[in-house]
Every structure is written in structure tokens, then in C-alpha cells.
């Protein structure tokens, strides 16, 4: 005969083994802080939806190139992009850039557009750095007005031992209302005979709802790289 109560006395430890629990019988009001390890939490398990509360940054969208690529685009409601007023400030990652073309500037341009997609806003930049040259080092400075692209990586090169990186900024790119917008890189090019140029590039926004970026080169392609959109979040 089942019996339809056993009291707890009458329990051995460790007598009831997973056999005996029905799968989703344990509630969350049955477990106590810290018992749940991270040998119990399986790869991929948390998604997205369920750090909603947590800040720091969100990977919206990793673009890695491994040929001859003319352009990358993160454009918002496209391929998994967001980029508008769910986050207030973006984060963008390059790295290991390196172009089809040899001394090669590596730009970004703009859009407000929501269909049929030119990426033509005009902006300008100032850019302060420095160029090392052997054992020297000379100042860099650079200012570019009224443009539809705006350089944040110069003279990059093309053979194996040269490579470029980059990370930024855009705050407030999607915001409605007359307050300018701006963007802000840090750029590294690393060539031949161990020259390096690095520049800090302020980038003026006009007053109009972004919805997209677009990276491309001046002369030719890109024939390697990754660049990473994230957006930042507050708690």
C-alpha cells in the first residue's frame, strides 16, 4: 500500500535520487542562494532576453571579413541590427583591419535614410595624434569639414606584418531634437619597419535621426577584418 505521507525522520540521506523527482517539481522557492554552480548552468543557457536588467555592453552584431569586401554596413532593422534609441550610446570595435590596397584610409559615412539607403550625411572631424617614424615622433593633427565621409584610419597597409584597430563611440545617434550628435575614435596603424600613426577623431553629427554607419575604403577593399557593434545599457 502507498503511503501518501513519510515523515522527514524516516528519510536516510541522499535516499531520494533524480528518479524520484518529476521533471519542473522543483520551484525556484525551493532553492537557496549560491546552491546553483556554474557546472549546472549549460553553454548558452541565459539569453539576452533574461540579462535585460543588467548593464554593460550588448554584442548587436560581429561582422568578420575574410575576402575582398567593398563595404560593411550595420543599418538599423537589417540583419539583426538595432541601432536606435534602445541604446543612447553605441561601441563599435575594429580590428585587424587590413585593405586589398596598399596605404589605404579606411572611412566612415552616415545615413538618416530608411529606405533606399545612401549613406551621404555630411559631418566633420577633427583628429589630433602622433606618428612614430623609427626613433622619431611627430604630432598628427587633421580637420576635415563639410564631408559625407570622415577617415578614422590612415594609410593603412596591406602586406602581412601591417595591421590597423580601431574603437569608438556614437552617443545619441537615433535622439529627435536639435542638440548636435557626436562620435569619437581611437584609431592605431601599424606598418612596415614598425611605424605606427594613432589618432583621436571627433566626429560632428548633424541634428537628424541616424540609422545606420557604413565602413569603406578610399581607393579599394577590405580583404580581412572584424568589426563588432554593441550597444551600452544602463541597469
Known sequence: ?????????????????????ADNA?????????SIDTAHVADSQITAAKT?????????????????????TFQNGSSDVVFDTTYDTY???????????DDDDLRISFTDDTSSISYDLTTSRVANGVTRSADSVAQSNQVSQSAGTQTILLGCGAN????????????????AGGREKFAQ??????????????????????????????????AGNFAQGTIRLYGIKNA
Open 160 to 175: 602581412g606584418s601591417e595591421s590597423s584597430n580601431f574603437y569608438g563611440y556614437i552617443f545619441n545617434p537615433a535622439q
Open 52 to 72: 535585460s536588467g543588467v548593464a554593460g555592453l550588448t554584442l548587436i552584431k560581429a561582422i568578420t571579413i575574410s575576402g575582398t569586401t567593398a563595404s560593411v
Open 26 to 34: 522543483i520551484n525556484s522557492e525551493h532553492y537557496t542562494d549560491g
Open 91 to 101: 561601441f563599435l570595435t575594429g580590428n585587424d583591419i587590413v585593405p586589398d590596397n
Open 1 to 21: 500500500m502507498a503511503l501518501s505521507t513519510i515523515p522527514k525522520d524516516s528519510v536516510a540521506a541522499d535516499a531520494i535520487d533524480g528518479t524520484k523527482i
Open 185 to 218: 575614435f581611437q584609431s592605431a596603424v601599424k606598418v612596415h619597419n614598425n611605424n605606427n600613426t594613432n589618432h583621436n577623431h571627433i566626429i560632428i553629427l548633424p541634428n537628424v535621426v541616424h540609422t545606420g554607419i557604413r565602413f569603406n575604403w578610399n
